[in-house]
């Protein structure tokens, strides 16, 4: 799981409140955390291989900006569960090892390097995450606006690494002055830990669901001006856009919240003079189970958010890799109008180069929303029937 509470426990002086959750049945709790992240690892690599049936026909071009961001999205949550595998692993294996984190001045470096650099891996992982999901919820605005493109995805790379990078080493500094072996005492020092760890988690909270509504609402004006009326088709296309957005928010809201219910109950413990007290009992073990939530529902983000992406892909894998699309090459434009890319659902869509090619506002229109819908438009429509940023391809 992730969680500021990580990087604090490798000060030998740590809070009382960091001391309760962290030595806390650490036998089971890490036991859980290798179990969450195995398996929503696992899933999650069955839900990007590619399946049989989805085979390429045609030389596969690049991936539009939405795309790609997804499987970064992805490729963050993967890489976040193999350290949280990794350090669980070190800590069921290995207490002597661990129980040296708590000496201090000790003479031996490497425990404290180990929880200083496992517990960095994945607040930095799981940060990027967060702001490659906010980067997709401007992206999908943007599209929809006509104002995106392949090029804009080097911005979100910058902004995604450098912001994630900033905070997280900026919250480190901090956290561990004048060094590991002997932090400072006091929550001051720890308060802008917490903040640069937890800012672009509440900015997708916040900010997110604001860019999807109001894509929302531009789409809706965007099937409207397309014929200059509201079939049932469109209807439906809107409405799939809109469900395809409350999936993504619902599953963010629902690994993450027990985060923040956790972090207000330590901080409340974390004030009083002796978290100990009877009063305080409940409190104590209202912290303790959103901790054990929270080993669960972290870690299992990756494999959740997959299936808000791309819905269940199944489970016939293929193989054969020469033969096979790789399923993150997805569709994007294309250099003729003629020449059609099979779609994971078997079916195919036509994309013209906008950089050689005039394009209508209608074909315009048509690629934008397809890029945000699953597309399951009647076949004589222009919309791709399996959109490449809804599937996944």
């Known amino acids: 799981m992730a969680s500021p509470r990580l990087e604090t426990f490798c000060c030998p002086n740590r809070d009382a409140a960091t001391q309760l ?8 709790f890490c036991g859980v955390c290798i179990g969450s992240a195995s398996a929503s690892l696992l899933l999650s690599a069955l839900q990007l291989l590619p399946k049989k049936g989805q085979q390429g026909r045609r030389k596969t071009p ?39 984190i708590s000496v201090a001045n000790g003479t031996d470096v490497w425990p404290a390097a180990f929880c200083v650099g496992s517990a960095m891996w994945i607040q930095l992982l799981y940060s990027a995450g967060f702001w490659w999901l906010f980067c997709y919820a401007v992206d999908s605005y943007l599209v929809v606006r006509r104002s995106a493109g392949l090029s804009t995805i080097v911005l979100y790379h910058m902004m995604t690494w450098g912001l994630a990078i900033l905070l997280c080493v900026e919250g480190i500094a901090m956290l561990y002055y004048p060094s590991v072996s002997s932090c400072e005492n006091g929550l001051e020092h720890a308060i802008p830990h917490y903040v640069t760890t937890y800012v672009p988690l509440l900015l997708v909270l ?37 469900v395809r957005f409350f999936k993504i928010m619902l599953v963010f809201v629902i690994c993450w919240s027990s985060n923040i219910i956790n972090e207000s109950l330590l901080f409340y413990l974390e004030m009083q003079p002796d978290i100990n007290e009877s009063p305080l009992k409940s409190v104590r073990n209202a912290a303790l189970i959103t901790w054990i939530i929270m080993g669960v529902l972290n870690p299992m983000q990756g494999f ?77 429509d222009r919309l791709p029937r399996n959109s490449p940023v809804y599937q996944g391809w």
């Not at 959750?21 to 650490?26: K, S």
């Not at 193999?82 to 669980?88: A, H, Q, V």
């Not at 860019?211 to 409405?239: D, H, M, P």
């Open 21 to 28: 959750v962290l030595t806390f049945q650490p036998g089971v």
């Open 62 to 100: 690049k991936a539009s900006s939405s795309t790609t961001i997804l499987l970064l999205i992805s490729a963050c949550d993967m890489l976040g569960g193999l350290g949280i595998i990794f350090r669980s692993s070190v800590w069921l294996g290995f207490p002597g090892f661990v129980a040296n």
């Open 206 to 242: 916040v900010a997110n669901p604001v860019l999807f509504s109001r894509t929302v609402t531009a789409v809706a004006s965007l099937l409207k001006g397309r014929q200059g009326i509201y079939t049932e088709n469109e209807r439906r296309l809107g409405t799939e856009i809109k």
């Open 304 to 380: 959740l958010f997959t299936l808000a992406f791309y819905g269940w892909t199944g489970w016939k894998l293929d193989l054969q890799w020469r033969k096979s699309e790789i399923p993150w090459e997805s569709i994007s434009t294309s250099t003729a109008a003629d020449n059609a890319y099979a779609l994971p659902g078997g079916n195919s869509v036509n994309f013209h180069d906008s950089k050689k090619t005039t394009v209508a506002p209608n074909h315009q229109t048509d690629e934008a929303l397809g890029m945000l819908s699953e597309g399951n438009l009647p076949s004589d």
